[in-house]
């Protein structure tokens, strides 16, 4: 039935077999210890197998020191190991080396990252920067608040009542005065697959940079920045199998090479003197101060793990499941999806059941060991347009199964009735 051994990959993950919830005989009151966990909240943070905690251990067990100063041999191996921790995630993403991989704490900062270091420098009155309506706050703001302060204007390609980007207004958006085209690859509330490709060769035909914002993808499917044509692309260890702490920046090297450091402090210079400095090679140039080691090397041993299991893999699991939980959720009767079909679309689903505030239906849930996210899901303007302050939303991972899916569709239908 799965494309891989789902049942070995969840003896790498010990939490799994946590016992949580309340007892759903007297709702509310509170966690218990006695219901076997049912975690569908990977959209928001994965758990981390085995390996790549012992990975963490490893580190702080055996070779833990600073990198990249050091002469005597812990340092170096650190070193070592913290920049081979780089060249992983570049062949991960089909970059074309270290050079253009930043580590960062994660996605948000790397859009912050392009946003300060590219966008303050290069934006004005007149020039214009393209979203869609469905991007997370963390390019959103980041991107808003950039126009206010460059007097750059900031577009917003709509949402069809599909769910999709209406392709149309995305190429009466891109115009001569664009200069970033800014588009999230899945999006986290509606499962939306985005034509990254077809939106860069717009931006493109433009002269308009590209950012993708790979939070949800670059965990869930094969994605490489060659095949999409982006010049930049964010995503999170935390949400695919690494630490928290730790995320990457791809920029296309001659990009970042004309860009100026993000952060000044020790580690990213060449040479300094009072009257002046000089920075060091990419990547080091946008990584000030002592980088998060344990972590950087812990996001290569997680990229190890998830590519041992394949990422077509991977993403065929992402359907299987996202499919399934639609048609359940969608059979129940009286529960609202939002975004695509459940055959094309991300490994999640948002939605509302009719008359059950979607923080009581989570808080339900709970008590059935069922741990989703309800909220606006950093997507508040989407909410807008979808009419609704809040959704429930279920995400999938490498280690879900349909029995927890089933799981979720009858607390789902427990609340409900209890709502009626
Ligand atoms: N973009 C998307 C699409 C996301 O789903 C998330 C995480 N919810 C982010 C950006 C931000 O990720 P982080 O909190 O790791 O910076």
């Known amino acids: 039935?799965?494309?891989?051994?789902?049942?070995?990959?969840?003896?790498?993950?010990?939490?799994?077999?946590?016992?949580?919830?309340?007892?759903?005989?007297?709702?509310?009151?509170?966690?218990?210890?006695?219901?076997?966990?049912?975690?569908?909240?990977?959209?928001?943070?994965?758990?981390?197998?085995?390996?790549?905690?012992?990975?963490?251990?490893?580190?702080?067990?055996?070779?833990?020191?600073?990198?990249?100063?050091?002469?005597?041999?812990?340092?170096?191996?650190?070193?070592?190991?913290?920049?081979?921790?780089?060249?992983?995630?570049?062949?991960?993403?089909?970059?074309?080396?270290?050079?253009?991989?930043?580590?960062?704490?994660?996605?948000t900062e790397a859009m912050n990252l392009v946003a300060y270091a590219w966008g303050l420098e290069e934006l004005g009155p007149g020039d214009n920067v393209v979203l869609s309506q469905m991007e997370h706050h963390a390019s959103l703001v980041t991107w808003q608040q950039i126009g206010k302060r460059t007097g750059a204007d900031v577009r917003f390609i709509e949402v069809t009542d599909e769910g999709r980007l209406d392709m149309e207004h995305a190429a009466e958006c891109i115009d001569d005065d664009t200069q970033m085209v800014s588009v999230v690859h899945v999006s986290n509330t509606l499962g939306t697959i985005n034509p990254i490709a077809e939106l860069a060769d717009l931006a493109h035909d433009h002269d308009a940079y590209v950012f993708a914002d790979g939070a949800q993808s670059v965990p869930t499917r094969p994605v490489d920045?060659?095949?999409?044509?982006?010049?930049?692309?964010?995503?999170?260890?935390?949400?695919?199998?690494?630490?928290?702490?730790?995320?990457?920046?791809?920029?296309?090297?001659?990009?970042?090479?004309?860009?100026?450091?993000?952060?000044?402090?020790?580690?990213?210079?060449?040479?300094?003197?009072?009257?002046?400095?000089?920075?060091?090679?990419?990547?080091?140039?946008?990584?000030?101060?002592?980088?998060?080691?344990?972590?950087?090397?812990?996001?290569a041993a997680a990229i190890e793990y998830i590519e041992e299991i394949g990422m077509e893999n991977v993403r065929a699991h992402e359907d299987l499941l996202a499919e399934y939980a639609y048609d359940e959720l969608d059979a129940l009767g009286g529960v609202e999806i939002y975004g695509p079909p459940g055959d094309d679309r991300?490994?999640?689903?948002?939605?509302?059941?009719?008359?059950?505030?979607?923080?009581?239906?989570?808080?339900?849930?709970?008590?059935?060991?069922?741990?989703?996210?309800?909220?606006?899901?950093?997507?508040?303007?989407?909410?807008?347009?979808?009419?609704?302050?809040?959704?429930?939303?279920?995400?999938?991972?490498?280690?879900n199964t349909t029995e927890e899916v089933d799981a979720l569709v009858d607390a789902v239908g427990e609340a409900r009735d209890l709502f009626a």
């Open 225 to 299: 920045v060659e095949d999409l044509g982006v010049d930049f692309l964010a995503f999170s260890g935390h949400k695919m199998c690494g630490p928290t702490g730790i995320g990457a920046l791809y920029g296309r090297e001659e990009i970042l090479e004309s860009m100026q450091p993000y952060l000044y402090g020790g580690d990213m210079i060449r040479r300094v003197s009072f009257e002046d400095s000089t920075w060091e090679d990419l990547p080091w140039k946008f990584e000030a101060g002592t980088p998060s080691i344990a972590q950087g090397i812990a996001f």
């Open 346 to 399: 991300g490994g999640l689903v948002a939605f509302n059941v009719e008359g059950v505030h979607a923080h009581d239906l989570s808080s339900i849930l709970n008590d059935y060991g069922v741990a989703i996210r309800a909220g606006d899901h950093c997507t508040q303007p989407l909410h807008d347009e979808l009419g609704v302050a809040a959704s429930a939303r279920a995400s999938f991972y490498l280690y």
């Open 1 to 107: 039935q799965y494309p891989f051994d789902v049942e070995a990959v969840r003896a790498d993950f010990p939490i799994l077999d946590r016992k949580v919830g309340g007892d759903p005989e007297s709702p509310g009151e509170g966690p218990g210890d006695d219901t076997p966990l049912v975690y569908l909240d990977s959209a928001a943070t994965s758990h981390t197998p085995d390996p790549v905690v012992d990975a963490i251990a490893d580190y702080y067990r055996s070779y833990n020191a600073n990198v990249h100063r050091g002469i005597h041999q812990l340092s170096q191996e650190a070193s070592v190991a913290y920049e081979e921790a780089h060249d992983t995630v570049a062949d991960f993403i089909g970059a074309s080396g270290r050079e253009e991989i930043v580590f960062t704490k994660n996605t």
